[in-house]
């Protein structure tokens, strides 16, 4: 089983996620809280995160950088307001595998995903 928590301050892409992902082995979650986002790392599930930096973008990195230093084997997808080579070479070094800046549709988040999901179920 796979979780996608989505970690973004309104609901752009959760809805299209989940409908997606319906029937599959894929939950998708969505939260505004650090708090919950960091709750929810437990267990021994495969686990990706989204997190949108646009509304807090430096404490939107310090979340993700707590993440990676709890578990190493979160694949993060980080999307960003507009190109940054600062924010982006941040977002990699604390463990994101993906950084794509707007304009993304809720569609090519989507596969996305599905490619990584994927990628990640070959490898177990």
């Known amino acids: 089983m796979t979780c996608v928590v989505v970690y973004e301050s309104g609901r752009r892409w959760i809805e299209h996620l989940r409908v997606r992902f319906h029937g599959q082995q894929v939950r998708v979650h969505h939260t505004t809280s650090a708090m919950d986002l960091l709750g929810r ?9 989204v997190a949108e930096l646009c509304s807090r973008p430096l404490a939107t990195l310090d979340l993700i950088e707590r993440v990676g230093a709890r578990r190493s084997d979160i694949a993060t997808v980080v999307i960003a307001e507009a190109a940054d080579q600062g924010l982006e070479l941040a977002a990699r070094e604390f463990g994101a595998a993906e950084f794509l ?11 996305l995903i599905a490619r990584m999901v994927r990628a990640r179920r070959r490898l177990t």
């Open 41 to 49: 790392l437990g267990g021994d599930h495969d686990l990706i995160l």
């Open 101 to 111: 800046c707007e304009p993304i549709t809720p569609r090519e988040l989507a596969e």
